[in-house]
């Protein structure tokens, strides 16, 4: 049995961009898990945008965190002690869990993953929760077919990149934003996207769609909003499907920003705009994993992930994904099976 | 055969707001109908908010006017004389005319009403397009349902009051927004909604929908957009409708008007916010105006006409649309059976 842990907690709510003084490392004991749970060693851990809104007070799709709690959220992690939990010491498992070397949970709130099937951290990526978020709000939401052209932000992370090649595999002509030229050339050249842009060095983003996405644009998938997302809005097409994963590019917004008035274009291309969370899907993620799972054995969706090491890098990790700093899932490696 | 005609041309496109240099009223010999085509004496004209948009240079959902052609729209009129056009001269027919005393269309574009069914002005309103908006807009669209609160903005308008009605028909809780005390007794007690919001008098719009719609919202049917719209995205309930049919609060800016980036907030509500043009829906106007007429008939929806009387006043009555001065359907009377 280990005998210290180390936890991550709110230490302050972040006024805009969180820094050092929003995380607290602490040292703990190892909790004990108590009837029905499991004690879980954590191997990867998750960072993920829309942890940002935890953060705040107030209401958001996901409770806030309270100051002083542990941060939580995907890991994958190794049973250490099961307390009628349905598992053995040695299962892989993964579930929401605190930002910590152990943590408990109810073995409900766990599910094993097959080491042999893919790589563990897949079950926090392309076979996890970002995986079936680009599932289902490609297919479901957003709805690219064949001559359709799909556009897609944050194209070069853990969901965009999914996104994107599922509107490819359903005949979309597949359009990505990204921020740097080494992940356009990722969409490019890995993942089979007709075209990439970087709005880092695009003068204009309207400009670089009228290039990029000639006949306009039938199905959004946006993950970042802001100024790329009005440009889009401008060049929507008749019967066009906007779906509203995330707007990563405002989350640290401090006052509440402004925009051009967009819904006058709804009326001239009837475009439809939905918000859609993930878990609305939960009756069917077993189907959207499967056939994730069977892209990724056949080739046909590639993947790619971003591994900090070390528990304590996890706030930077976080931060990182506000600067874009990671290609595919960001993930924080937090021990090795061998340790 | 009459000897003078009077038809109001573009003068010039409108800078924002539009004034007297954007319209002319010209002379004209009476127009002969040619094969095909009928000539008629202009009833009733119908000045509506999306003209505005038919002003500027460049794309919208109806064609640009020219600059000195004649403005256009729905038209109540009798068939001075048809030449092969399937009418008889006196019938009373509905169609897209010129403004104008007389103008010609083809017979294939115009359509018979019988004045026994209903007052003939009733074709540009309550049983015409605005009607026939209200009725996709509302049930296709904004989905309302028993227990749903549904809210309207341009409540008192032609295609607001129907929309209401329809809601309430459906056995959603219905507010207005409406411009007047005395626009908000129409709404509340000629109309049978649960509550009326007067958008010039209220302090905070989200202060005054809390006490209106303290359960959320559900269904929003939007001609405005603007500042209340923004309130009601504030409130949007989980699986929320938005059918946004106008914007006309808009329609006159010289600028492209800004207001707060609102996507995030259908991530939290999962909402969905689609355009629509009644045009979309033409194969299914037969069967709305049919049951339109049905409860008129039973008076289970009511409506209201504002007349302005005499073609020359038809540039004011249009104007009066931007500063909400209609309840219920603008009219513009151009001449009497009796004349």
């Given at each position: 049995m280990p005998?210290?842990?180390?936890?991550?907690?709110l230490?302050s709510?972040p006024a805009g961009?969180?820094?050092?003084?929003?995380?607290?490392?602490?040292?703990?004991?190892?909790?004990?898990?108590?009837?029905?749970a499991?004690?879980?060693?954590?191997?990867?851990?998750?960072?993920?945008?829309?942890?940002?809104?935890?953060?705040?007070?107030?209401?958001?799709?996901?409770?806030a965190?309270?100051?002083?709690?542990p941060?939580?959220g995907?890991?994958?992690?190794?049973?250490?002690e099961?307390?009628?939990?349905?598992?053995?010491?040695?299962?892989?498992?993964?579930?929401?869990?605190?930002?910590?070397?152990?943590?408990t949970a109810p073995?409900?709130?766990?599910?094993?993953?097959?080491?042999?099937?893919a790589?563990?951290s897949?079950?926090?990526?392309?076979?996890?929760?970002p995986?079936r978020?680009?599932?289902?709000?490609?297919?479901?939401?957003?709805e690219?077919?064949?001559?359709?052209?799909?556009?897609v932000?944050?194209?070069?992370?853990?969901?965009?990149?999914?996104?994107?090649?599922?509107?490819?595999?359903?005949?979309?002509?597949v359009?990505?934003?990204?921020?740097?030229?080494?992940?356009?050339?990722?969409?490019?050249?890995d993942?089979g996207?007709?075209?990439?842009?970087n709005?880092?060095?695009?003068?204009?983003?309207g400009?670089?769609?009228d290039?990029?996405?000639?006949?306009?644009?039938?199905?959004?998938?946006?993950?970042?909003?802001?100024?790329?997302?009005?440009?889009?809005?401008d060049?929507l097409?008749?019967?066009?499907?906007?779906?509203?994963?995330?707007?990563?590019?405002?989350?640290?917004?401090?006052?509440?920003?402004?925009g051009?008035?967009?819904?006058?274009?709804?009326v001239?291309?009837?475009?439809?705009?939905?918000?859609?969370?993930v878990g609305?899907?939960?009756?069917?993620?077993?189907t959207a994993?499967?056939?994730?799972?069977?892209?990724?054995?056949?080739?046909?969706i590639e993947y790619r992930?971003t591994v900090?090491e070390?528990?304590?890098?996890?706030?930077?990790?976080f931060?990182?994904?506000?600067?874009?700093?990671?290609?595919?899932?960001?993930?924080?490696?937090v021990s090795d099976p061998d340790?």
């Amino acid at each position: 049995m280990p005998d210290s842990n180390r936890q991550f907690r709110l230490a302050s709510r972040p006024a805009g961009k969180p820094d050092a003084e929003t995380f607290e490392l602490v040292e703990t004991d190892v909790p004990e898990p108590g009837p029905g749970a499991a004690l879980v060693r954590t191997r990867y851990l998750s960072v993920d945008p829309y942890m940002r809104g935890r953060m705040d007070a107030g209401e958001s799709y996901a409770d806030a965190w309270a100051v002083g709690d542990p941060l939580h959220g995907g890991v994958v992690g190794e049973v250490v002690e099961s307390n009628g939990a349905g598992f053995e010491a040695g299962d892989v498992v993964v579930g929401n869990l605190d930002w910590a070397d152990y943590a408990t949970a109810p073995g409900t709130e766990l599910t094993q993953i097959d080491p042999d099937l893919a790589p563990v951290s897949t079950a926090l990526g392309v076979l996890g929760m970002p995986g079936r978020t680009a599932y289902f709000g490609t297919r479901d939401v957003a709805e690219p077919g064949p001559g359709d052209t799909f556009v897609v932000t944050g194209a070069a992370g853990a969901v965009g990149s999914v996104a994107g090649q599922i509107a490819k595999l359903a005949g979309a002509r597949v359009v990505g934003f990204a921020g740097s030229d080494e992940k356009v050339a990722f969409l490019e050249d890995d993942l089979g996207f007709d075209a990439g842009i970087n709005y880092k060095t695009a003068e204009d983003y309207g400009d670089a769609l009228d290039e990029a996405a000639p006949d306009g644009v039938d199905a959004y998938f946006d993950n970042v909003g802001g100024p790329i997302t009005d440009a889009v809005f401008d060049r929507l097409n008749v019967d066009a499907r906007v779906a509203v994963c995330g707007q990563i590019s405002l989350y640290n917004a401090e006052e509440r920003p402004t925009g051009p008035r967009k819904l006058g274009q709804l009326v001239v291309s009837r475009a439809r705009v939905e918000g859609f969370l993930v878990g609305d899907f939960a009756p069917r993620f077993e189907t959207a994993t499967e056939r994730l799972a069977e892209w990724v054995a056949s080739g046909e969706i590639e993947y790619r992930e971003t591994v900090t090491e070390g528990l304590e890098n996890a706030p930077d990790a976080f931060l990182g994904l506000f600067e874009g700093e990671n290609i595919g899932k960001q993930l924080v490696k937090v021990s090795d099976p061998d340790d």
